[in-house]
């Protein structure tokens, strides 16, 4: 892709209800999971549609489709975004982690495994989005008082929960990650 | 319903400004897309060209420069919270910031596709309204500063041409004699539209004699508006009880907001009324 200059690219505006997609596609290179990529898509494919069709990381759901829910959240370039507000256009080089990234070598992240311990998970939609979510704030914030936890993931809906046991399990992973102090 | 989108991908602002030039009155931008892409999903309203701006980094600036702050279309609300320069001078746009959506709307929505999208519902508008704030537009034709209190003609309509793209937003600084608030009223804390959002600054002399006031509010008409006619009152006049109280049904009076979903007009008048009364007891 041309780094100056405009950049032209036509394509059908997408979504999965949409089984056809003809028009001109785009190349869109960027990392996902620490693993380079390149897809070719229409320019304004919504990202939560590249990773799931084109990817295959079918992790990120697909709750409400307008930026209400959560359940699409991704970390792009660090920061926790509505995948299904992100159109593949906007991708070209940059970093995502995608709840499939959370794990190490076979090894559940803490939080994962606080939000397992805590019973934060029901019906599971809502909780590669939540993950994210936490893993964001964690990573800016690895101390957050209850209150920064409720900021934090008020773009996620969980419809299962109550959201006490996945507050909980926010507080245990930031416990457990805190420095021991001597003695204790 | 299936439509092409051609999409336009400028890297510097003179090339974007050519292509806006060249598909005037064609093209929509696209910046944080968490207004459009919610409208591209629902099909509320589906594009056939996009002028996409957020490879544009001279538009993500937040400068300090004398009595203004000078923020790029593309600073994010994000950002803006962050910002030491926006906490110092215009904390109150912060604290606007923080009400929008939560913060995966927060680290991608922009300023200026807040002023752009132009709903009277947007948080943000209250605040520029109330400091004064101007717009900056810029075109293959050259660059204009228009007054953020001009800027709107009507529901969602503006004075920006089909060729403008909207630069960047200029905030007078908050001087030390004053003092401004920030309120929203909505169904919960977290991404939701606002019922009644109020934007309000005043500068005060001794003894608590206000010299003047700017009241702006979201959300009660087509358009963000100041309430002048509770302004003019309120100038020259000494804080007592019976001042809040005249203010209060003033504003009251003064607006002509609707019912709709969201709301009822009486419920979003005594709302108004009582932010107000709210702001002016704590002084
Ligand atoms: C879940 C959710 C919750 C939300 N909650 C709130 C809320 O509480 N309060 C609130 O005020 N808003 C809210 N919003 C709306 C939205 O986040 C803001 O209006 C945001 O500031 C829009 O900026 P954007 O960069 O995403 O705009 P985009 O979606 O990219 O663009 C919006 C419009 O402005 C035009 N535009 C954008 N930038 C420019 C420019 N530089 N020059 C000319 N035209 C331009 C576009 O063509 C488009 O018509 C919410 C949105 C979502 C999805
Ligand atoms: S699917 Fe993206 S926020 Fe609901
Ligand atoms: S576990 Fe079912 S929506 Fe959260």
């Known amino acids: 892709m041309a780094r100056s200059g405009n950049q032209v690219a036509t394509g059908y505006c997408t979504r999965s209800a949409d089984a056809d997609i003809i028009g001109t596609l785009m190349q869109v290179s960027f990392r996902v999971n620490g693993r380079k990529v390149e897809v070719e898509a229409p320019p304004m494919k ?30 792009l370039n660090g920061e926790v975004v509505d995948s299904c507000l992100i159109p593949a256009c906007q991708c070209d080089g940059v970093d995502v982690i995608t709840v499939e990234g959370l794990a190490q070598d076979g090894q559940l992240s803490l939080i994962q495994q606080t939000f397992w311990e805590e019973g934060a998970a029901q019906c599971g939609i809502c909780t590669p989005g939540m993950l994210i979510a936490a893993r964001s704030l964690l990573d800016l914030n690895p101390q957050p008082s209850r209150e920064e936890i409720r900021t934090a993931i008020a773009g996620n809906l969980c419809r299962c929960t109550g959201y006490t046991k996945i507050i909980k399990a926010v507080e245990l992973a930031a416990a457990m990650a805190k420095p021991h102090r001597a003695g204790s | 319903m299936i439509s092409q989108i051609r999409v336009h991908s400028p890297r510097t602002l003179p090339n974007a400004l050519e292509v806006l030039q060249e598909r005037s009155g064609r093209a929509r931008i696209l910046a944080g897309g968490t207004d459009l892409m919610v409208y591209l999903n629902t099909r509320v309203y589906v594009p056939t060209e996009v002028i996409n701006i957020w490879g544009l980094d001279e538009l993500r600036h937040v400068r300090d420069e004398d009595d203004v702050l000078i923020l790029g279309a593309l600073v994010t609300y994000s950002q803006i919270i962050r910002s030491p320069v926006v906490a110092r001078f215009c904390p109150i746009l912060a604290e606007a910031s923080k009400t929008i959506g939560a913060v995966q709307v927060q680290n991608r929505g922009t300023l200026g596709g807040n002023v752009a999208n132009g709903s009277p519902a947007g948080d943000a508008l209250p605040v520029l309204s109330a400091f004064d704030a101007e717009v900056e537009l810029a075109s293959t034709r050259g660059t204009r500063r228009v007054a953020f209190n001009q800027f709107y003609t009507g529901y969602r309509q503006s004075v920006m041409e089909a060729d403008e793209l909207l630069t960047a937003i200029r905030v007078p600084k908050q001087r030390p004699d004053e003092r401004a608030a ?12 606002s019922k009644v959002v109020m934007g309000v ?7 608590a004699t206000i010299e003047t006031i700017q009241i702006s509010l979201g959300s009660v008409a087509p358009t963000v508006i100041r309430a002048s006619e509770t302004e003019a009152l309120l100038q020259g006049k000494a804080l007592s009880p019976e001042v809040v109280d005249m ?5 009251m009076d003064e607006i002509q907001p609707i019912s709709d979903i969201r709301s009822t007009e009486h419920y979003r008048r005594v709302v108004s009324g009582n932010l107000l009364e709210r702001f002016l007891s704590s002084l």
């Open chain 1, 46 to 75: 919504r990202m939560l549609d590249v990773l799931r069709e084109d990817l295959g990381l079918t992790g990120s759901k697909e709750g409400c489709g307008e930026g209400e829910c959560g359940a699409c959240s991704i970390l």
């Open chain 2, 182 to 193: 920030f309120y929203k009223v909505g169904t919960r804390r977290a991404q939701a539209i």
């Open chain 2, 201 to 207: 600054k005043v500068s005060l002399v001794e003894p």
């Open chain 2, 247 to 251: 203010a209060r049904s003033r504003i």
